[in-house]
């Protein structure tokens, strides 16, 4: 692993992959003067307390090896149920890539438990892994202008919940009412790195 000062009281560590961050940041989030942790697809954020901390913890980083990806996943460990409409405008488009049916695409796609890898791209957007390979299917080569919120989407390897209306080239599978960001709340993002999140088809017109 790499790991280098990331302005004055940060440590940002370089990981194979997202599963490698989440292990790295359960080992950390709890050492005196971390105050938190940012998994992402290849790197792990450390915000400390303070510049004594940081220049601590990037030096004894640095002499770590990679922990073993999916030792241990840091984040609340909660399991997070959305429903979903399977009625998107990319559902035949995924269906004829991987040569699946409609309907074999949701019962894959609604049959897998994903876990929270990272958030980014808007507030509440979270890259869900654990896609079954069959159904990967390249971004769009045009982007959409707007995609409505709730639209449950993929894109490669990973599957996410679009959170607000936004412009959008992942393929649309299906929409749910879920409200996956809301500031009043305790928590603001349903959805949190660490999470497992299932997919529950409910059919046309109940969303």
Not at 89 to 108: F, K, N, Q, Y
Not at 132 to 157: H, I, M, Y
Not at 196 to 203: E, K, L, P
Request: some cysteine.
């Amino acid at each position: 692993m790499r790991s280098r000062r990331y302005g004055e009281r940060d440590v940002l560590v370089d990981v194979p992959a997202a599963a490698v961050a989440h292990a790295l940041a359960a080992q950390v989030v709890g050492l005196p003067g971390v105050v938190d942790v940012v998994p992402a697809a290849r790197t792990l954020l450390v915000r400390c307390a303070d510049e004594r901390v940081a220049v601590a913890l990037a030096a004894d980083l640095s002499s770590r090896g990679a922990p073993e990806a999916g030792a241990a996943t840091a984040g609340s460990r909660r399991e997070i149920v959305i429903e979903v409409v399977y009625d998107g405008a990319d559902l035949a488009v995924v269906a004829a890539a991987s040569g699946l049916t409609p309907a074999e695409v949701v019962a894959r796609h609604a049959g897998t438990a994903y876990t929270a890898a990272f958030a980014g791209f808007a507030p509440g957007f979270v890259y869900l892994a654990g896609l079954d390979p069959v159904l990967a299917t390249p971004r769009l080569a045009v982007p959409r202008t707007r995609v409505p919120a709730g639209s449950v989407a993929l894109a490669a390897d990973m599957t996410a919940v679009y959170p607000r209306s936004s412009p959008g080239g992942w393929n649309l599978l299906g929409r749910t009412g879920a409200v996956l960001f809301d500031l009043a709340r305790p928590r603001p993002a349903l959805i949190e790195p660490g999470d497992t999140v299932r997919f529950v088809d409910v059919g046309r017109g109940h969303a």
